[in-house]
């Protein structure tokens, strides 16, 4: 079945990085475009961001500038560079896969990401 494992989140202070990287299997992976989202306590979920099939990328305008989404198709892995992280930023991040052609979509189970201030 498919799996999104995420891994990387932690504890970092105000003005620190993190490198979110989260492991696919289960599914061809070069066909599924892939994001990463984000929860707060008390807080929807939101897009963090996005890159296409062909390396594409899209960003909230929260984390403009600051980030970077990347993935590596060999490896089945799509990663997320956090820089400047701040205290808004302190959420629960999902890695998300969707199949634009069949519309298959899958989530992972979360990292928790923690800002100091």
């Known amino acids: 079945q498919v799996r999104l494992v995420e891994s990387g989140g932690g504890l970092v202070q105000s003005g620190g990085s993190l490198r979110l990287s989260c492991a696919a299997s289960g599914l061809s992976f070069s066909t599924y475009v892939m994001s990463w989202y984000r929860q707060a306590p008390g807080k929807g979920r939101e897009l963090v961001a996005i890159i296409s099939r062909s390396g594409t990328t899209n960003y909230a305008d929260s984390v403009k500038g600051r980030s970077t989404i990347s993935r590596d198709n060999a490896k089945s892995m799509v990663y997320l560079q956090m820089n400047s992280l701040k205290p808004d930023d302190a959420a629960v991040y999902y890695c998300?896969?969707?199949?634009?052609?069949?519309?298959?979509?899958?989530w992972g189970q979360g990292t928790q990401v923690t800002v100091s201030s």
């Open positions: 998300y896969a969707e199949n634009p052609i069949t519309r298959d979509s899958n």
